[in-house]
């Protein structure tokens, strides 16, 4: 199990802070209007409905709000009266300090797969620049697999929904059939600088139509190169084998 950073908040913070934002479509790379954001205290805290306090976002996706020091965990929902194009509700954290602003607190939506389908959402910070999403391996046909930028794949079966360059990501590869292949998930450094280790990626998984990831990788702090090796997939028996090293 490879969990983040957990930041306590001190006692020298106490008091009213800001926490803001930008929501994103995880396939697509739009911004996301008029979502519902419940604020509740604690991390991870998806099981109980004592929601703190609630905004919106705005016509670009972007959140700010104002709440007492602490973490939070923020449940998203979509309330698209057309039933068949919301968002899945899901969640993410968010730290607050008082008397500051933590900006660039970001997550992702998506729509929900069909139950064969496997979902995987890369983020980072705001440096480097650019991280790319490869993704390697050879179908149950026996035909060679590459799916990253400059080969998209194809949308009825492996498909690089978002290529992004500009930081935080996200970077989305999305599994739309039941190919029982084996295959290898790799972060490569196409910015070189500063190092992959110091760029707070995530990668999340999300199978079939949940709308929590199943998996959470962090890239480790320690190793020497620009490829981070997260995991690999064994399609045949749906089943995520870690690696989570960082090498040339």
């Known amino acids: ?11 020298d913070f106490k008091g009213k802070g800001t926490a803001s ?12 209007a008029n979502l519902e954001l419940n604020f509740r205290k604690g991390i991870n805290n998806t099981g109980f409905t004592n929601s703190v306090v609630s905004t919106r976002t705005d016509s670009n996706g972007n959140y700010s709000i104002s709440l007492d020091a602490g973490n939070y965990t923020v449940e998203i929902v979509d309330k698209n009266k057309d039933s068949t194009n919301r968002f899945s509700t899901t969640y993410f954290n968010v730290k607050v300090l008082g ?38 391996g050879t179908t149950s046909r026996g035909e060679n697999v590459h799916i ?6 194809n949308i009825s079966s492996i498909y690089l929904d978002v290529d992004n360059r500009s930081g935080y990501g996200p970077e989305t590869t999305s599994f739309y059939s039941s190919d029982t292949g084996y295959y290898k998930f790799q972060v490569y450094n196409y910015s070189g600088s500063p190092s992959i280790t110091s760029s707070n990626a995530i990668v999340q998984v999300y199978i079939g139509t949940s ?16 490829i981070w090796n997260v995991f690999e ?14 090498t040339t």
């Open 148 to 153: 990253y930028y400059s080969n998209k794949g």
């Open 21 to 32: 934002g930008l929501i994103t479509d995880a396939t697509k790379s739009n911004s996301t």
């Open 233 to 246: 997939y064994n399609a045949s028996t749906k089943t995520i084998i870690p690696v989570n090293t960082v």
């Open 211 to 226: 709308n929590i990831a199943s998996y959470t990788f962090v890239v480790p702090s320690l190793g020497s190169g620009r």
């Open 99 to 136: 008397g500051k602003t933590i900006s660039n607190q970001n997550a992702t939506v998506s729509k929900s797969l069909s139950s064969i389908g496997m979902r995987i959402v890369l983020t980072w910070g705001q440096l480097p620049y650019d991280l790319d999403s490869h993704l390697y």
């Open 1 to 11: 199990i490879y969990a983040p950073t957990v930041e306590l908040i001190s006692n």
